[in-house]
């Protein structure tokens, strides 16, 4: 592969905002210099204009459940469209989350996402492990999983019966995590005290998608979010608390990270946009079912939310990528209607990893909330140093892989189901005008989608053995 030069366009960093040309050696950036002030293009293979647009390190997706196994089916993405619709949305790297089963080997179930995703992904990838089963072999497990590059462990405090670790699990967990280095990644919400409110719910004929919300309260986000601070500063571990989306654990974080703990937080871009009253509207709100569910926007949590990412008690803005087809699916069968008679059957969780960058633009940049820099910073820089992938992923500078995004902030378009291409058959944003286009991807040098073509293949995508976190306090 030869040299790629994207000339004229101003490259955003989380830190800088340049006129710049950038020079594309293989699979690397090797130079960035004034525009046109080095003649570049007679060597190079390829030139892009990037002129009135912006030149972003790709996108990357900390969170994404490609093909989760969840409350009887699967999530409706596979690595091979899900990473290419992340392409399509200006992401060149995802971190997905491995599963651990009840009774199972974390190692086997290291392989087995390994195996759906190696050949078929479009872009980079790394992986997480849910530690469904916490237990000696596990813990072993762990150090095993850190030397291949798994530095992470998503633990769970809701979903008795299934993904759920008690205190004590949790705990050990947390124990191994500050001797290996590794990140806890935990899903804050007290399963325990939501499935006594669902059953609850249920008796008194509270079946519709809105009780989903009402059930699982936001306060019992904030106490799951306190105990698990409280577990880390015991032990030492960096806690990452994913999908924050009620202001009282964001109110936890900001406690803990005031007292210097490496306690960290992302919030997804679902629940800065909707609020309860998306879950309303009969079933159509099981489109947005996801765990925790949307919040009360009264009540001041979408605020919270903007203010922890001005302020950086919020770090990261991932997906929870996590789709699931509302009328039946051909292939996957009923998926959302699974629920249509009781909400706490409807799959939790929403498409997303293609619409991040741009509703974050639009929904953030454009709207005054945050610069362009911290765009970047909290859709790309952070995620990468939070995950140990920085700096070959996260940036753009001499060295680090050529992950580039050619963004016209200028641009206007509808999101709809008509031009996505994630696997599923809505769009949560359906007809939502934005500005701010994803006009070309590059992944590791190669172009892989320009001018409203695909031009990549499954298999493009690497494995990413992680370094443990380098975003430590
Ligand atoms: N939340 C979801 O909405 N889906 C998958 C798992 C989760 O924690
Ligand atoms: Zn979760
Ligand atoms: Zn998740």
Known sequence: MGRTV?????????????????????????????????????????????????????????HTHMELPFGGTFASDNFETGTRAAAWGGTTTIIDFAVQTKGGSAMEGYESWREKADGNVAIDYGLHMITGDINEQTLKEMD???????????????YPGVFYSDDGEILLAMQKAAENGSTICMHAENGIAIDVYVEQALKRGQTDPLYHGLVRKALLEGEAAHRAI??????????????????EAVNEVIQARDRGLNVFAETCPQYLFFDLDDLGNGFEGAKYVCSPPMRDRAAGHQDALWQGLRTNDL???????????????????????LGDEDFSKIPNGMPGVEP?????????????????????????????????????????AVGSDADIVIFDPNEKHVISVDNQHMR??????????????VKCVLTRGRIIVENGEYLGNPGDGRYLKRDTNQYLI
């Not at 994207?6 to 710049?20: F, P, Q, S, Y």
């Not at 999983?145 to 809701?158: C, H, I, N, R, W």
């Not at 940049?365 to 820089?381: D, K, S």
Request: with cysteine; proline share 4%.
């Open 356 to 396: 991040r960058m741009e509703v974050l633009f639009d929904g953030g940049v454009n709207q005054g909330l945050i610069g362009v820099n911290r765009f970047v910073e909290i859709t790309a820089t952070t995620p990468a140093k939070m995950f140990g992938l920085h700096p070959q992923k996260g940036t753009i």
């Open 144 to 158: 095993v999983l850190v030397d291949e590059g798994v530095t992470s462990f998503k633990l769970f405090m809701a």
């Open 424 to 437: 599923v058959d809505y769009s949560a944003y359906e007809g939502l005008e934005v500005t701010g286009k």
């Open 230 to 247: 409280v577990l880390a500063e015991l032990t030492g571990a960096p806690l990452y608390i994913v999908h924050t989306s009620a202001k």
């Open 6 to 62: 994207i000339k004229a366009g101003t490259v955003v960093t989380a830190t800088e905002t340049m006129g710049a040309d950038v020079l594309v050696d293989g699979e690397k950036v090797v130079a960035l210099a004034a525009p046109g002030s080095h003649d570049w293009e007679s060597g190079a293979e390829r030139v892009i204009d990037a002129s009135g647009k912006y030149v972003l390190p790709g996108g990357i997706d900390v």
């Open 315 to 337: 770090q990261v803005v991932s997906t929870d990528h996590c789709p699931f087809c509302f009328n039946d699916h051909p292939e996957l069968g009923r998926q959302k209607r």
